[in-house]
C-alpha cells in the first residue's frame, strides 16, 4: 500500500479522517507508524497528498489531511477482457488498476467457461476491492469503471461502435500476422482472449468492427503476462 485511500465516509470534517480495519492494520504492523508520522493519502476518484496522524489505538486512527496533488495521468487504453477465471481476474484487474486503465469491459466469449459468471467476485464490492489494491499499489486515486458483458454478440454488434469512437482498436491474437505496435500517440482499443483464444468467429465480428489482429510473436503468454506487455508496448 503506497497510498492510503481514502473514501467519503472516513471524513469527520473536511480535513479529517478517521480509518479502522485493513488500512489501519496496515499503517500499524507493515508501515510501524505512529503519532505524529505523515503517510500518503489520497481520496478515491479526487486529489492525493499526506496524512498527519493525530490519534492511534488498536481499534481506530485519525489524522489531519492535505489534499493537493493530482493522481497520475490515466492510459489512454480500454481494455476488452474474455472474462478470465477468477483467480487470474483478481491479479488482472489489480495489475491494470495499477496500471493506469480506467475502463475495462469483461466479455464473454465461446470459451470463458459459463461458470465464470457466476463466481462472487463478480460482485460490485469485490472487484472494487481488487480495483483499489491496484491504485493503491501504484499511488493513484481514479477508480476504474468495470462493465460486465456476458453477451458477446448484442455488445459487440450495439455497443462496441460507440466504445470504439475514434480510438485505434486491436485484437491481440497470437496467430496475427501485425506484429503489435510501438509506443502510439492515440487513444486505444484492445480486446484479449479468453485462455483458450478467441474463436474465428469471434475475430471476425471483431474485425468487422474495426478491429485489427496483432501479435507479440511466437509464445503464448498467458493473459495476465500478455495483458501488461500489450499495454506497455503499445503507449508512449
Ligand atoms: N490458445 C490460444 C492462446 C490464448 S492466450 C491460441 O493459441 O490462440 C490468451 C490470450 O492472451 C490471447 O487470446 C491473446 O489475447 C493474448 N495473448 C497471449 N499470447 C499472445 C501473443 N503471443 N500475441 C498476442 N496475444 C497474445
Not at 37 to 45: A, C, F, P, Q
Not at 157 to 178: C, N, R, V
Not at 179 to 198: H, N, R, S, V
Request: one cysteine or more; aromatic letters at 4%.
Amino acid at each position: 500500500m503506497n497510498l492510503i485511500l481514502l473514501n467519503n465516509d472516513d471524513f469527520t470534517d473536511p480535513t479529517r479522517v478517521r480509518l479502522s480495519g485493513r488500512r489501519l492494520e496496515h499503517i500499524v504492523n507493515i508501515q510501524r507508524a505512529s503519532i505524529g508520522d505523515t503517510l500518503r493519502v489520497g481520496e478515491i476518484n479526487g486529489l492525493s497528498g499526506t496524512g498527519k496522524i493525530l490519534s492511534l489505538s488498536n481499534e481506530e486512527l485519525e489524522m489531519e489531511v492535505q489534499l493537493d496533488q493530482s493522481p497520475p495521468e490515466p492510459l489512454p487504453i480500454t481494455l476488452l477482457l474474455a472474462l478470465p477465471r477468477p483467480k487470474m481476474l483478481k491479479r488482472v484487474l489489480q495489475s491494470v488498476s495499477s496500471l493506469g486503465v480506467k475502463q475495462i469491459y469483461l466479455i464473454n466469449s465461446y470459451r470463458v467457461d459459463k461458470s465464470f459468471w457466476g463466481s462472487p467476485l463478480l460482485q460490485p464490492e469485490k472487484l472494487r476491492e481488487q480495483l483499489i489494491l491496484g491504485l493503491e499499489q501504484a499511488r493513484d486515486t481514479l477508480l476504474p469503471e468495470v462493465h460486465l458483458q456476458p453477451r458477446f454478440k448484442p455488445f459487440v454488434e450495439d455497443e462496441l461502435p460507440e466504445i470504439i469512437g475514434k480510438s485505434d482498436a486491436y485484437i491481440a491474437h497470437p496467430g496475427a500476422t501485425m506484429p503489435c505496435p510501438k509506443a502510439l500517440d492515440q487513444e486505444i482499443t484492445l480486446a484479449i482472449g479468453p485462455e483458450g483464444g478467441f474463436i474465428p468467429y469471434e475475430v471476425e465480428k471483431l474485425q468487422t468492427c474495426g478491429f485489427v489482429p496483432i501479435t507479440l510473436g511466437e509464445r503464448i503468454l498467458r493473459v495476465e503476462t500478455a495483458v501488461p506487455v500489450l499495454l506497455s508496448r503499445l503507449t508512449p
